[in-house]
């Protein structure tokens, strides 16, 4: 089980400034990908049609599905980002309490865990470490 530590707040004013307009940024591009994602899913097929133009629209409609879903939890984060941002703990590794790195956060403002513990989980099929 890791250890967890209570980390001060390791950054100034400043950048959580810059890393709070980076994660407006993002929600930004994200909110316009999923709203022309709903408009282009409707469907063009009619009733008893077949052939491979049905198998590709499919195709073409479950793609944009999983997209939009990827979407969806990647808004989620940077909205809890957002919050923890406004109660003071963002920046903090879920796993072991220690700060994310400036760098990594200017390259994913919504992670959640740092560059040790998200390799950890990789190699631990997305769990935690347990030593």
Same mark, same amino acid.
């Given at each position: 089980m890791v250890k967890k530590k209570t980390a001060t707040p390791a950054f100034t004013a400043e950048q959580l400034a810059e890393f709070k307009e980076l994660l407006l940024q993002e929600r930004s591009k994200i909110e316009r990908r999923l709203?022309?994602?709903t408009t282009s899913l409707s469907s063009t097929q009619q009733a008893g049609e077949e052939g491979p133009d049905v198998g590709s629209d499919n195709f073409i409609r479950d793609t944009g599905l999983t997209l939009m879903g990827e979407n969806s939890d990647i808004l989620a984060q940077i #909205? $809890?980002?957002?919050?923890?941002i406004a109660s003071g703990t963002y920046g903090i590794c879920f796993d072991?309490?220690?700060?994310?790195?400036?760098g990594r956060l200017r390259v994913r403002p919504y992670?959640?865990?740092?560059?040790?513990c998200k390799s950890a989980r990789e190699a #631990? $099929?997305?769990?935690?470490?347990?030593?």
């Open positions: 709203k022309s994602s #909205n $809890d980002a957002l919050s923890r072991c309490g220690h700060v994310i790195g400036a992670a959640q865990f740092c560059i040790d #631990n $099929d997305g769990f935690p470490s347990e030593s």
